[in-house]
C-alpha cells in the first residue's frame, strides 16, 4: 500500500508543479477564484498533514501568491513522503475540524481524501482555464504513467 501511495502523491506533484507554472505563465488571464482555489488545495494538503504529524496548520483558505503555492507545494510533498515512509497506514489519527468538530480515521483514509480533495479541485481549476481560453495541461494519471 505505502508504494501505491508514494506512487499517487508523486503523481499529484508532478502535476501540481506543472499546473502552478502555467498559472504563472498566464497569471493575466486565470479566473478570479483560481489562486484562492489552488491555494485552497494546497492549505488542506498542509491541514491534513500538520493533522498526522500534530503541527501547525495553515488556514483552510488562506491565501497564498502562486510562487508560495509552488513553494508549499513542494513542502507538501516531502512530509507526505516522510509520512508514508515513517507511519503505519493503519494507524488512527485523531483530529478537530476547522470548525471543531473532532474526527478519527486511518492515515490511508486521510492520504486517499488528500489525493481526491486535489485531483477535484485541480479539475475545476482546468475548467476554467479552458473557460478563459487558456489551454490546459493534460493531468490524467494515466498520461502521468505513460
Not at 5 to 22: A, G, P, S
Not at 46 to 58: D, G, H, P, S
Not at 62 to 77: F, G, K, P
Not at 101 to 117: D, G, K, P, R, Y
Request: aromatic content about 10%; overall charge negative.
Amino acid at each position: 500500500m505505502k508504494a501505491f501511495f508514494k506512487d499517487i502523491f508523486e503523481y499529484q506533484h508532478h502535476f501540481n508543479q506543472q499546473l502552478v507554472e502555467l498559472l504563472i505563465r498566464e497569471q493575466e488571464w486565470i479566473s478570479a477564484r483560481t489562486i484562492p482555489l489552488f491555494s485552497h488545495v494546497i492549505n488542506a494538503h498542509q491541514i491534513w498533514n500538520a493533522r498526522i504529524v500534530t503541527e501547525k496548520a495553515l488556514g483552510v483558505n488562506q491565501l497564498h501568491t502562486l510562487e508560495t503555492c509552488q513553494a508549499y507545494d513542494q513542502s507538501n510533498h516531502l512530509r507526505t513522503m516522510e509520512i508514508i515512509a515513517d507511519s503505519d497506514l493503519s494507524q488512527t489519527i485523531q483530529y478537530r475540524t476547522s470548525s471543531g468538530a473532532e474526527f478519527e480515521n486511518t492515515i490511508q483514509e486521510i492520504l486517499f481524501h488528500v489525493s481526491n480533495h486535489t485531483t477535484h479541485h485541480r479539475g475545476q481549476i482546468i475548467s476554467d482555464l479552458r473557460q478563459h481560453g487558456i489551454e490546459p495541461i493534460v493531468t490524467d494519471y494515466i498520461f502521468y504513467k505513460r
